[in-house]
């Protein structure tokens, strides 16, 4: 009895030591540059936010963050690396729905779980997208597009930045609420679907907002709705495909950062402190926001319930699809 006694005590001064000394810890966080992977290649708006905020942090922090480019396997590359890296604070990367949620019901090669081995940081920006037609299709509404590709079975096709992707599966869930049949085709990114799309070698696409306002203000292009439940305060001319088409909704699309599953919670608390300042700074948010991200900066725990559903969401739709890994 005696000796069990002992371990217990010594048990709990330990646990006290360790509890008391984690915010001293971390209030030297970071002795050294923090590198912050992007699982994907440079250019484009995934990139820009997280260089921008990346360049701010740094100003603030008093050392370097220093963005790597991992890409490769729909993101999967880069976002393994991180799941694999030590729990310390100097390793955290930028996450998608694709990479934390979708990925795991198109993708056979994904080697690392989008809950447990991650720890959310901050769902940063959304990323909205919309339904996009070519001046020539006969809608100015979703639901006329619906009617259009009703009288086309089978004939009508729809371009994406790539199979698995949010855009991909917003076009899924159109086809499952409203019945019709399209045909999807994917492509290597957004800017070469939006091409053939002005082009007129593809009647419609899901794209990202902000590379369709400027073609649709230029009278290239046609935006019927966007895919998300609420209009945007930057395109409010936009209506929702919701809208029309009653019962069609997806969940925002967004960018946010994770640490390796285990991270210190004094951590977390620190870097979510130091996003929260760079992505609230007047100018870093007018550069964001005019690249058509709007800042939602949410707790970790707020981005940790999101990306459960958002994982629930995307079973439902790819089983209802027949998508299956591959």
Not at 111 to 121: G, M, N, R, S
Request: proline share 8%; with cysteine.
């Amino acid at each position: 009895m005696l000796r069990k006694a002992f371990w217990t005590v010594v048990a709990a001064l330990l646990t006290a030591v360790v509890w008391n000394c984690t915010p001293v810890l971390a209030q030297g966080y970071p002795s050294k540059p923090v590198t912050l992977v992007v699982p994907y290649s440079p250019g484009g708006a995934v990139d820009l936010l997280a260089r921008t905020l990346a360049q701010r942090m740094s100003e603030n922090m008093g050392q370097q963050i220093v963005v790597e480019n991992r890409s490769g396997a729909s993101g999967m590359i880069g976002t393994e690396f991180v799941a694999h890296a030590a729990p310390d604070g100097y390793t955290i990367g930028l996450g998608t729905d694709a990479t934390h949620a979708i990925d795991k019901f198109t993708n056979k090669a994904m080697a690392y779980d989008p809950v447990k081995d991650f720890t959310p940081i901050i769902e940063a920006v959304e990323m909205p997208i919309v339904l996009a037609v070519h001046s020539s299709v006969p809608a100015n509404t979703a639901k006329e597009f619906v009617e259009y590709v009703k009288k086309n079975p089978g004939k009508i096709s729809f371009g994406t930045p790539g199979t698995g992707s949010p855009h991909h599966l917003a076009g899924e869930l159109l086809k499952q609420v409203t019945g019709i049949d399209m045909v999807h085709v994917p492509y290597r990114g957004t800017g070469p679907s939006m091409q053939d799309l002005i082009g007129g070698q593809i009647p419609a696409i899901f794209s990202s907002l902000s590379a369709a306002v400027p073609q649709m203000r230029s009278g290239k292009i046609k935006v019927l709705g966007l895919v998300e439940a609420k209009r945007q305060p930057s395109a409010p001319d936009i209506p929702t495909i919701g809208e029309s088409i009653p019962g069609y909704a997806m969940q925002r699309n967004t960018l946010g950062f994770f640490g390796p599953a285990g991270l210190p919670a004094p951590i977390v608390a620190r870097l979510h402190t130091e996003f929260m300042k760079a992505l609230y700074a007047p100018d870093v948010r007018a550069k964001i926001e005019a690249a058509g991200m709007p800042l939602i900066g949410s707790s970790s725990e707020e981005f940790a319930t999101q990306v459960k559903e958002k994982i629930e969401l995307y079973r439902n739709i790819t089983a209802a699809a027949g998508i299956k890994p591959e």
